[in-house]
C-alpha cells in the first residue's frame, strides 16, 4: 500500500496515469486494488453551523482532501471498477477514480456501486445519477433488500428507477458476489440507526488479499459477532472511528451516537498480535475527530499503539 500525492496524466503525449508518492518515486498500478476515496464522517468538513477552530480553520483554508467516506475498487485485468458508498462528494470521486484507472474504456462512471445505508453521507450522491445532472443510463447500483425498497418507493430517489437511472441489484446477507474473476463481495448487517434501510459491512475479497469495510456501527458489544475475529480473517480492516473519545461530543447526547470510540476500539484490540494490528485503518472520522490531522496527538497515538488511520488517496493491493 502506498500513500499517492497526485495524479499526472498524458505527459509528452502520455495516456498513461503516473502516481507521485511523497518521496516522488513513480508507483506500479497493482493488478487488483482499493483506493481511498474519502475518510471523512457523512456531513464532511468543515461541518454546516460549525463555530469549532477545526471548521473555521478550514473554511478560511480549504482542504481538497477532507472527502465523504469511500472506498474504490479497481480490476485492471478485467478492466472494471467499482464504488463503495455514493457520497455527496461523488462527483470527484467518481472523477478519480476513473482517472486513476485509465482503462480508456470511456466508462465514465464505475461497473457498479454498492451502498450500506441509507443515511446522507452513504447513499444521497446517487443524486447526481439523475436527469438534472448526468442522466445516467442504467448505472448499476447493489442493495440490500430494505435500502433496495426505500430508493424504489420514496422520492426524489423512485424517479431514478422510474427514469432508469440506475439499475438495482439486490444483496443478499453473508452471500458472496462474484463480480470478476478476480473479486468478490459478501456483505453482512451490522448494528447501527436502521431508520430506513439496514445497514451492512462488506468483505472484499481480491486474488490474494481480502478486506473488511464496516464504516458505520454501533457499540462493538451489540454485535453478536466478534470484530477481533474478522479481523484475523482479513488483511485490512476500514472501520468506523466517527469519534476518537468522548471529550469532542460534550455538547451531544451520547446515547444518541452510539459509535464506538477510537480509544474503545483501540482497548478491544489489545489482544491481538502487532501484525493482526496493523491491519486496522481507522475511517469514517468526525469533523471533531482530531485524527483528521495526521500531525495530531491523536494520530500519533493511534500508531504508537500499533494501528492506523485512512488517508485520502491511499491504495491497497488486493
Not at 463480480?179 to 468483505?203: C, M, Q
Not at 451531544?252 to 451516537?257: A, N, Q
Request: glycine residues 6%; aromatic residues 10%.
Amino acid at each position: 500500500m502506498t500513500f499517492l500525492k497526485g495524479l499526472y496524466a498524458s505527459i509528452l503525449g502520455c495516456s498513461i496515469i503516473c502516481l507521485l508518492s511523497i518521496s516522488g518515486k513513480l508507483l506500479q498500478a497493482q493488478e487488483v486494488e482499493l483506493m481511498i476515496l474519502g475518510t471523512v464522517q457523512d456531513a464532511g468538513a468543515p461541518q454546516v453551523g460549525c463555530l469549532k477552530s477545526c471548521c473555521l480553520r478550514l473554511q478560511n483554508n480549504p482542504d481538497s482532501t477532507l472527502k465523504v467516506v469511500s472506498l474504490g475498487l479497481i480490476d485492471r485485468v478485467n478492466q472494471e471498477t467499482y464504488l463503495f458508498e455514493a457520497t455527496p462528494d461523488f462527483s470527484s470521486q467518481t472523477y478519480l477514480l476513473n482517472r486513476y484507472s485509465n482503462f480508456g474504456n470511456g466508462n465514465f462512471l464505475p461497473d457498479g456501486i454498492f451502498l450500506t445505508h441509507a443515511h446522507i453521507g452513504h447513499y444521497t450522491g446517487l443524486m447526481y445519477l439523475g436527469k438534472e445532472t448526468l442522466n445516467a443510463a442504467k448505472a448499476t447500483v447493489f442493495a440490500m433488500p430494505k435500502m433496495k425498497n426505500y430508493l424504489e418507493t420514496n422520492g426524489p430517489w423512485s424517479q431514478l428507477v422510474t427514469n432508469q437511472n440506475i439499475a438495482i441489484k439486490p444483496l443478499s446477507t453473508n452471500q458472496k458476489l462474484s463480480l470478476t474473476n478476480k473479486i468478490a463481495v459478501i456483505p453482512f448487517t451490522v448494528p447501527h440507526r436502521d431508520e430506513f434501510s439496514e445497514t451492512v459491512g462488506y468483505k472484499i475479497i481480491g486474488p490474494n488479499k481480502s478486506a473488511l469495510f464496516i464504516p458505520d456501527i454501533d457499540k462493538w458489544e451489540k454485535w453478536e459477532t466478534d470484530i477481533t475475529d474478522l479481523i484475523k480473517e482479513v488483511d485490512y480492516a476500514f472501520i468506523d472511528a466517527t469519534f476518537y473519545d468522548a471529550a469532542e461530543i460534550n455538547n451531544r447526547d451520547i446515547s444518541e451516537i452510539p459509535h464506538p470510540f477510537v480509544i474503545e476500539s483501540m482497548a478491544l484490540f489489545q489482544g491481538l498480535s502487532d501484525s493482526q494490528k496493523a491491519k486496522v485503518y481507522f475511517i469514517h472520522m468526525n469533523h471533531t475527530n482530531p485524527a483528521l490531522d495526521a500531525t495530531s496527538a491523536a494520530s500519533i497515538e493511534i500508531e504508537k499503539q500499533g494501528f492506523n488511520v485512512a488517508r485520502y488517496m491511499q491504495n491497497f493491493s488486493l
